[in-house]
């Protein structure tokens, strides 16, 4: 499995927001989204809070290729869903602390929104 070069890593420690590039499920067009990235233990992850209902998250559950657009990088991304729910709540935990928010849950809680819409990315 192929590692990000440690200035994607540390470009993803650094940067508040970033620019996502996902490619329309049906059309196929490139679409720009800013969200947030949270690194956990060598890998990349990006949440939507609203859920799996927002175009970004759709085109990418269809396609799992993006583009993360960070400091002046542009760098190609496949993703994987993440579907276990202790992984999901982790990225929360991790979210939390590099956000300074008050997002996260306890083990046994429902899954939050973001967390059943938790990608992690991945050098394409």
């Given at each position: 499995?192929?590692?990000?070069?440690?200035?994607?890593?540390?470009?993803?420690?650094?940067?508040?927001?970033?620019?996502?590039?996902?490619?329309?499920?049906?059309?196929?067009?490139?679409?720009?989204?800013v969200?947030?990235?949270t690194?956990?233990?060598?890998?990349?992850?990006?949440?939507?809070?609203?859920?799996?209902?927002?175009?970004?998250?759709?085109?990418?559950?269809?396609?799992?290729?993006?583009?993360?657009?960070?400091?002046?990088?542009?760098?190609?991304?496949?993703?994987?869903?993440?579907?276990?729910?202790?992984?999901?709540?982790?990225?929360?935990?991790?979210?939390?602390?590099?956000?300074?928010?008050?997002?996260?849950?306890?083990?046994?809680?429902?899954?939050?929104?973001?967390?059943?819409?938790?990608?992690?990315?991945?050098?394409?």
């Open positions: 499995m192929a590692e990000f070069d440690t200035s994607v890593l540390q470009a993803a420690e650094r940067e508040r927001e970033i620019e996502l590039t996902t490619f329309g499920r049906i059309t196929t067009k490139p679409t720009n989204v969200i947030w990235i690194p956990l233990d060598g890998k990349l992850y990006i949440r939507s809070g609203g859920g799996m209902g927002r175009d970004w998250t759709k085109n990418l559950a269809a396609h799992g290729k993006a583009v993360l657009n960070m400091s002046g990088m542009g760098v190609p991304v496949v993703a994987r869903h993440v579907t276990d729910l202790k992984e999901a709540k982790a990225v929360t935990a991790a979210c939390a602390k590099k956000y300074k928010t008050d997002v996260a849950t306890a083990p046994d809680d429902t899954p939050t929104p973001a967390e059943t819409a938790t990608f992690e990315v991945m050098p394409a």
